[in-house]
């Protein structure tokens, strides 16, 4: 029996809701396939603003240390909205990221034909699309430092630095190499570098990359080219490389070819190896959404498939990652469907279909 060890921080708001669906389907998969997930449940955001008064308490930080992996639910909530507050639920994000080194974050974006209604582009635009988007996480105009405001002369300024450092861009476009590897074997770099220096860096370190991975063609495209094309001609589009603010844009723009904020998953990975793969944080892209919270309403899918995420790169466990990608791909073709995706079901109904899907893979031998 293998054993594995995952920080499990649920936090405001629906992200409870969605994570204990997340974590049953697993355990399901782990009954399966043969492995035990031990979970460490820790407080984060505003639950932990309220209980420690610090929306990252150490104890938090120490389990994620400690695991193989992080799944997170949500953070935040009108109750800590104050803008005036000296802490907030969003700081407990960009501290795990900068504490975890969680430096390449991958958004899976995919068009399914059950979907079509949901998305704003014509169906024979988005068939067929099947996009990974690579955003780097730890530096850029996020981190560059000088940045702020001052008054110089009377006169107001601000600044704000995008800086990165060589070895920053070349750990995550290999990354970007082998993902591509593992895919479709085409990889589109996006930059700006008729303009920022930062971008003619970015390129050449594409470049010299390049021919160690043969099978894999590569593209350089300019972020505003690609801001129209990503809706334009979707399916053109295999792994998308690109730095924090670039990434952070296109990657919520191509949420639209999906169709709904509730079923688009994310990873973020570090640069700390497991036992079996990448220590990494598995994370629904969608908030807390405090309107729906308790209501058992709650589309628990992105949070699920954030999980096949987890499982397949940082527990290793293959097998039981296609399982509950299959096992989510059903439940979007033709399983309940939740209010956001206009149906009438709760998640309790979602998770009886998952459930029972991973159970139905038990009667096929391994
Ligand atoms: P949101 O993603 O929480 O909600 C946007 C809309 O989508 C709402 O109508 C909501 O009801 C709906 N929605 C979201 N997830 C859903 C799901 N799984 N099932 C069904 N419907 C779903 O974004 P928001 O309203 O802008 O933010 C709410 C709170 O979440 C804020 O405090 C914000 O700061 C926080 N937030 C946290 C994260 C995070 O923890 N990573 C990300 C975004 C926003």
New binding site residues.
């Given amino acids: 029996m293998r054993r594995h060890r995952v920080a499990y921080l649920p936090?405001?708001?629906?992200?409870p809701e969605?994570c204990d669906v997340a974590r049953r389907v697993v355990d399901a998969a782990g009954e399966r396939f043969g492995f035990v997930v031990t979970w460490d449940e820790q407080r984060i955001?505003g639950e932990a603003i309220d209980a420690h008064g610090n929306p990252l308490p150490a104890a938090t930080l120490d389990a994620c240390r400690s695991a193989d992996a992080v799944l997170?639910?949500?953070?935040?909530?009108?109750k800590?909205?104050d803008p005036s507050a000296s802490v907030r639920?969003?700081d407990a994000?960009l501290g795990l990221r900068s504490e975890l080194e969680l430096f390449a974050n991958l958004r899976p974006v995919r068009a399914h034909d059950a979907l079509a209604d949901a998305s704003p582009l014509r169906p024979e635009i988005r068939a067929g699309a099947d996009i990974l988007i690579l955003r780097e996480l730890t530096g850029g105009l996020y981190f560059g430092r000088p940045q702020g405001r001052s008054t110089e002369d009377g006169v107001e300024r601000v600044v704000d630095t995008l800086a990165y450092t060589r070895p920053e861009i070349e750990r995550i476009v290999e990354l970007g190499f082998e993902l591509a590897e593992e895919r479709r074997g085409h990889l589109t770099s996006v930059d700006k570098a008729n303009v920022l220096a930062s971008s003619r860096l970015w390129r050449e370190v594409v470049n010299e990359l390049a021919p160690r991975h043969p099978a894999v063609s590569v593209e350089h495209a300019l972020v505003d080219a690609t801001a129209y094309l990503i809706l334009a001609q979707p399916a053109h589009y295999d792994v998308i490389v690109t730095e924090n603010l670039f990434g952070d844009i296109l990657s919520d723009e191509a949420a639209a070819i999906a169709g709904s904020?509730?079923l688009m998953a994310s990873a973020s990975l570090g640069t700390r190896s497991t036992d079996a793969g990448r220590f990494g944080l598995y994370?629904?892209?969608?908030?807390?959404?405090?309107?729906?919270a308790g209501q058992g309403?709650?589309?628990?899918?992105?949070?699920v498939a954030s999980t096949a995420m987890l499982l397949r790169w940082s527990l290793g466990e293959t097998d039981a990652a296609d399982a509950v990608d299959a096992a989510v791909d059903a439940a979007i073709e033709d399983g309940p469907r939740?209010?956001?995706l206009g149906g009438p079901d709760g998640s309790e109904a979602v998770a009886g279909f998952l459930l029972g899907r991973i159970g139905a893979a038990m009667e096929i031998p391994a």
């Fill in positions: 936090g405001d708001g629906i992200g969605v955001g997170l639910g949500a953070v935040g909530g009108p800590w909205d639920p969003e994000l904020l509730g994370e629904p892209v969608h908030g807390s959404a405090p309107s729906i309403i709650a589309n628990p899918l992105a949070t939740t209010g956001d």
